[in-house]
């Protein structure tokens, strides 16, 4: 079974982690099984990017981001070229590198 490696995140988890997930496994639920909350306003349904992640290592692993996913990225706060939406990205066969950032668009609004 593939590792999730979460980075080190002050609010997430300050120690990092290292999930042990499911191939088919979304990036969240893997999360939630040891107790790391990546917020998820929508309810995982890909109708917001709380749940935005950057996949530093393995992130050709996963499957392609859809079109739907694409369009809600376009709004997420710090988007990088490996960012994917965690309620939509599924674990491969391989290890996943994955870091949470400090900030979502909700918390970026709220804070103006």
């Not at 709380?50 to 376009?74: A, I, K, N, P, Q």
Request: glycine content about 6%; charged content about 30%; some cysteine.
């Amino acid at each position: 079974m593939p590792n999730l490696v979460f980075l080190p995140s002050e609010e997430h988890c300050p120690d990092g982690a290292v999930v042990e997930a499911q191939t088919g496994e979304t990036i969240i639920d893997a999360a939630a099984r040891v107790g790391i909350h990546i917020e998820h306003a929508c309810e995982k349904s890909c109708a917001c990017t709380t749940c935005h992640v950057v996949v530093r290592e393995g992130f050709d692993s996963l499957e392609e981001s859809d079109e739907l996913e694409d369009d809600m990225l376009d709004k997420a706060w710090g988007l990088e070229p490996e960012s994917r939406l965690s309620c939509q990205a599924k674990v491969g066969e391989e290890d996943l590198v994955v870091d949470i950032p400090k900030y979502t668009i909700n918390m970026v609004s709220e804070s103006h």
